[in-house]
Structures are given as structure tokens and as C-alpha cells.
């Protein structure tokens, strides 16, 4: 048998065994199909897939940066290598491979569409809309790159453009649910209820997808509940609720375990050194939905500070150092293997990591709301760290969770039950911070960005070292791409409304209200 036959019987092999999950024996084939074809990306990229669902992440690393090195050409491999290289947040070598590709005219339109998708994650907004450019001027009616360009216009806030994006992809294809959902985020239907009438028919097509239903469901409930329609957006919404946590995987089980042992884990003082270290990290954690967009964006209206978005960075260099690719920000394993960690080394590891981002920044935001969980860690790997904590109503930060539809984050979000207890799980671990902390972390009330602006900002830049400037008061000062869910409310500026979201559907959240930590 020839190396080719070899290494085709190999990975039917390969793939017997990780249908099996026995890792090891899957790991052994493509091994020797490494052997047998040496310089093949794809092979690489298919170690590093399996070394971390073996769970070990600096191998799983080793792999995708080999892929890297041996530049593949294949359209098919390039969308692997680009996906896999930001999931390890290389995010340099991703831009190198990228820029390798040459003149953007030569490139097929999904492999653009791939690169736009991998670089908005990195929250380069700009960079994304250049390969969505020129994907449009290849087919300028191509549905998934409208969409896609749709997103990321919303993220810049060119909000006239992405409605225009989306009309436009309706008439060529009126049946894509996530189509509904985009326009339903952006919220600007008309107000005669023909966008909720073409979801309820999508609705009732038989052999609806779970994803599918569950965007339909989401984007439909926020319709409904502009037209003021409460009792038939609560069914829409726990439909979609039902259709998303049946894709997701969560245990609540796990979760108490991991937030359990983050408590009983012995955290070192971390004492600050002297004098004024630069860059110094100011990490913007709490809830989802309870305001971390909005103090970002005061935030980055001081010229002397760089925000770079909701990343992964820190959970990166955590993976690295306990070699483990955890799901999520953190689990359990992480956590027990973090008792032996060099936190110094995870600390220079993350700053070496965003050095391409911050320049020549003295300070920067890192604005992913789950860091909470990592405080114990962040305060021992970057002394000087700041840590702002955004404190919000209960219901309203777990009923603005309830009804936003996650990719893949916030699995806990689409159950009343979990719901409530995760907040409870947060609640508890953040007051366990602040003792074994003492000043370390500063509460910032939402209601406070909102009602007394200037006051509250006052005390967060005196906390973090910066001088307070007049534009910190305005979110509109700050002229960044947000690509969170708040990319379309906060650019409306700061608002109060009449009554909160939530109050219409009071007695509907009654189980979740009676099982949250109130005070």
C-alpha cells in the first residue's frame, strides 16, 4: 500500500476513534499519518483539534502554530487554520497568515467570509469590513455576507447601512431566521407588525431547526415587546429559551463545584510593585447585561486609555500555564492545577499577548464581564491590575440576561431556575473577593453611570489613577466599535426609563425573583 492509501486508511482510523473518544489511539494515527506526509497543515490542525479535546492546551497550541509555519494554500485549510490560531488568541500570527494572502480580489468569497468572521471576534471591526467589501463586490446578493457585514455595521454603529444590508438580503431570501433576528436586534421594523407576522409563519414550518426556532423565538419576543404585546412576547420568549438550552451543554452542578473551589483557593497578596508600572490593566467584570458596555465606553472617551473589547486573553494564559483547554472562562480543572501556577509568568504572558493591541497605552480595559471569575488569579498575575465590578438590580441584570440569545457564553441564562442560581453562585463569589481583597476592586453601581454620571465617574477614574475628563460622561464620545449585545442601546446615550424592562412581565418571573439573593 502507497503513503496516500496509508494515510487514507489511517484516518478512517483516526476518526472511528475519536467518534469513541479514545483520544490517545486517534492522537497515534494522524501521528503516523504526519510521518507518512510530512508538511501537511491539515494534519497539524487535526493534532491540535484533538490535543485539546484531550485537554491539553500547549500541545493543542503547538500543533495550530505548526499548521501556521507551513502556510497552506487550500482554501479549506486556511478557514481551519484562521479559526484555530484565534481560539489560542494568536491573534498576531493570524494577521500575518491573513496578510500572506495578498491582493483580497483573489480570494473566494467563503474564505472571506471566514477571515471577516475571525477578525470581528477579535473585535477588529474594520479589518473584518474590508474582506466583507470585497465578498459583496464578488456577489453583491449573497445572503450570508450581507448578513455578516449587516453585524459587523452594527458593531460600528453604522446602523443606516446595516438596516440597508439586511432589506436587502429579505428580498432575496425572506426565509433565514437569522436574518429576523439581526433586524429584530437592530429595531427599526415598522411598527405595523408585518416583521413579527413573517416570523410566527417561519415558526410553523415543519422541521424548524433547534437553532433556528431558538433565533426566531428570541427575535420574535423582542417585537412583540416593542409593540407592547407582553403575554405573546413571555411565549415567545420561553420558546426560544427552550430551543437554545436544549443546544447548550451546562451543569449547574460543575459550576458550584468550580465557583466552590475558586473560594477555598489560597490567593497570594500580590503586593503592587512601586512606581508607575505601564501598561496597567484596568479589568471591567460582573454580570452580563449590568453595564459593563457602558463604563467601557466613558472609559475610552480618556485619550490615555486603550479598550480592547470582551477577549479571552487572560482565561489564554491561564489555559497555558495549567496546560489545560478549559471550556468557558474557567472550570475545576483549572482551578485545582492553578495551586502550583507561576503567576508571574501568566501575568507576562497576557501583557506580551496584547502588547500588538495597547501601543504605547498607559492603561487599557479589558471589558469581558466573566473575568469575575478570575479575580483570585488576575490579582495575583497583574498586581497592579485595577478591577471595576458593576453592580445592578438583580431582576433587571438577570431578566436583560434571560432575554438576550449568547453564542456560546452564558449557558445558565435560558432557565429561570439556573438563572437565579447562577446570579446567587456570582453574588456570593464576589463578596468573597472583597474580603479576601480588601481595596482591591471598586463596586460601580449601574444606577450611579446612569443617574449621577459625572460623581460615579469621578471616583472610577480617581480609583484607576486617571485624570477625570468631561467627555467620561458621554458614551458617545468614545467612537469605538462595541461588539457586545449593547452595540445598538449604547450608542443611544445614557437613559433612565419610566419603568424597568422587566415589570410587565412580573408575575411571569415570580420563580426566578423568589430565588435571588435580593440584598
Given at each position: 500500500?502507497?503513503?496516500?492509501?496509508?494515510?487514507?486508511?489511517?484516518?478512517?482510523?483516526?476518526?472511528?476513534?475519536?467518534?469513541?473518544?479514545?483520544?490517545?489511539?486517534?492522537?497515534?494515527?494522524?501521528?503516523?499519518?504526519?510521518?507518512?506526509?510530512?508538511?501537511?497543515?491539515?494534519?497539524?490542525?487535526?493534532?491540535?483539534?484533538?490535543?485539546?479535546?484531550?485537554?491539553?492546551?500547549?500541545?493543542?497550541?503547538?500543533?495550530?502554530?505548526?499548521?501556521?509555519?507551513?502556510?497552506?494554500?487550500?482554501?479549506?485549510?486556511?478557514?481551519?487554520?484562521?479559526?484555530?490560531?484565534?481560539?489560542?488568541?494568536?491573534?498576531?500570527?493570524?494577521?500575518?497568515?491573513?496578510?500572506?494572502?495578498?491582493?483580497?480580489?483573489?480570494?473566494?468569497?467563503?474564505?472571506?467570509?471566514?477571515?471577516?468572521?475571525?477578525?470581528?471576534?477579535?473585535?477588529?471591526?474594520?479589518?473584518?469590513?474590508?474582506?466583507?467589501d470585497e465578498a459583496r463586490r464578488g456577489d453583491p446578493d449573497y445572503p450570508p455576507t450581507l448578513m455578516s457585514r449587516a453585524q459587523v455595521l452594527i458593531y460600528l454603529g453604522r446602523f443606516d447601512e446595516a438596516e440597508s444590508e439586511l432589506q436587502r438580503c429579505r428580498t432575496r431570501a425572506p426565509q433565514l431566521p437569522k436574518l429576523y433576528w439581526l433586524l429584530a436586534?437592530?429595531?427599526?421594523?415598522?411598527?405595523?407588525?408585518?416583521?413579527?407576522?413573517?416570523?410566527?409563519?417561519?415558526?410553523?414550518?415543519?422541521?424548524?431547526?433547534?437553532?433556528?426556532?431558538?433565533?426566531?423565538?428570541f427575535a420574535l419576543h423582542l417585537e412583540l415587546d416593542r409593540a407592547g404585546r407582553h403575554a405573546e412576547a413571555w411565549q415567545a420568549l420561553m420558546f426560544g429559551c427552550r430551543a437554545k438550552r436544549a443546544q447548550v451543554d451546562y451543569a449547574p452542578a460543575e459550576m458550584r463545584a468550580t465557583v466552590e473551589a475558586l473560594r477555598?483557593?489560597?490567593?497570594?497578596?500580590?503586593?503592587?510593585?512601586?512606581?508607575?508600572?505601564?501598561?496597567?490593566?484596568?479589568?471591567?467584570?460582573?454580570?452580563?447585561?449590568?453595564?459593563?458596555?457602558?463604563?467601557?465606553?466613558?472609559?475610552?472617551?480618556?485619550?490615555?486609555?486603550?479598550?480592547?473589547?470582551?477577549?479571552?486573553?487572560?482565561?489564554?494564559?491561564?489555559?497555558?500555564?495549567?496546560?489545560?483547554?478549559?471550556?468557558?472562562?474557567?472550570d475545576l480543572t483549572v482551578v485545582e492545577r492553578a495551586r502550583e501556577a507561576d503567576f508571574a509568568a501568566v501575568g507576562q504572558r497576557y501583557l506580551d499577548g496584547l502588547a500588538w493591541r495597547i501601543g504605547d497605552a498607559a492603561y487599557f480595559t479589558d471589558k469581558l464581564p466573566s473575568n469575575f471569575l478570575n479575580i483570585g488569579f488576575i490579582s495575583q498575575a497583574l498586581p497592579n491590575a485595577r478591577i471595576l465590578h458593576l453592580v445592578r438590580d438583580p431582576v433587571e441584570t438577570c431578566f436583560s440576561n434571560l432575554r438576550e440569545l449568547f453564542s456560546d457564553a452564558n449557558a445558565f441564562s435560558y432557565d429561570l431556575g439556573e438563572l437565579a442560581d447562577y446570579f446567587g453562585l456570582y453574588r456570593g463569589?464576589?463578596?468573597?473577593?472583597?474580603?479576601?481583597?480588601?481595596?482591591?476592586?471598586?463596586?460601580?453601581?449601574?444606577?450611579?453611570?446612569?443617574?449621577?454620571?459625572?460623581?460615579?465617574?469621578?471616583?472610577?477614574?480617581?480609583?484607576?489613577?486617571?485624570?477625570?475628563?468631561?467627555?467620561?460622561?458621554?458614551p458617545q464620545s468614545s467612537g469605538r466599535a462595541v461588539a457586545t449585545a449593547s452595540a445598538v442601546q449604547v450608542r443611544q446615550g445614557i437613559r433612565r426609563p419610566s419603568q424597568p424592562k422587566w415589570k410587565p412581565y412580573e408575575a411571569e418571573l415570580a420563580p426566578l425573583i423568589q430565588r435571588l439573593p435580593l440584598v
Open positions: 500500500m502507497n503513503a496516500a492509501a496509508n494515510a487514507t486508511d489511517l484516518r478512517r482510523r483516526a476518526e472511528a476513534f475519536a467518534e469513541a473518544r479514545d483520544w490517545a489511539q486517534a492522537i497515534a494515527c494522524f501521528e503516523e499519518i504526519r510521518r507518512l506526509t510530512p508538511g501537511d497543515a491539515d494534519v497539524a490542525l487535526q493534532l491540535s483539534y484533538l490535543h485539546s479535546l484531550a485537554g491539553r492546551y500547549r500541545r493543542a497550541r503547538e500543533h495550530a502554530l505548526e499548521a501556521y509555519r507551513l502556510k497552506p494554500s487550500r482554501p479549506a485549510v486556511l478557514k481551519e487554520l484562521v479559526a484555530r490560531l484565534r481560539t489560542f488568541n494568536e491573534a498576531e500570527a493570524l494577521l500575518a497568515c491573513v496578510r500572506g494572502l495578498g491582493a483580497l480580489s483573489r480570494i473566494e468569497i467563503p474564505l472571506l467570509l471566514a477571515i471577516a468572521a475571525q477578525l470581528s471576534y477579535l473585535n477588529l471591526q474594520e479589518d473584518a469590513l474590508r474582506f466583507l436586534t437592530l429595531g427599526r421594523a415598522p411598527r405595523d407588525g408585518s416583521l413579527a407576522q413573517a416570523m410566527v409563519r417561519l415558526l410553523q414550518r415543519p422541521g424548524l431547526a433547534a437553532e433556528d426556532a431558538a433565533m426566531l423565538g477555598r483557593l489560597p490567593i497570594g497578596r500580590g503586593a503592587e510593585r512601586g512606581g508607575d508600572v505601564r501598561p496597567r490593566p484596568i479589568f471591567i467584570v460582573g454580570m452580563h447585561r449590568s453595564g459593563t458596555t457602558l463604563l467601557e465606553q466613558l472609559l475610552d472617551a480618556n485619550p490615555q486609555v486603550r479598550s480592547i473589547g470582551e477577549l479571552y486573553d487572560f482565561t489564554s494564559a491561564m489555559r497555558f500555564e495549567t496546560d489545560h483547554h478549559c471550556r468557558g472562562v474557567v463569589l464576589m463578596a468573597h473577593w472583597h474580603a479576601a481583597l480588601p481595596g482591591r476592586i471598586l463596586d460601580v453601581p449601574y444606577a450611579g453611570l446612569v443617574d449621577d454620571t459625572e460623581s460615579t465617574m469621578r471616583r472610577v477614574a480617581a480609583f484607576c489613577g486617571l485624570e477625570f475628563l468631561p467627555a467620561m460622561t458621554d
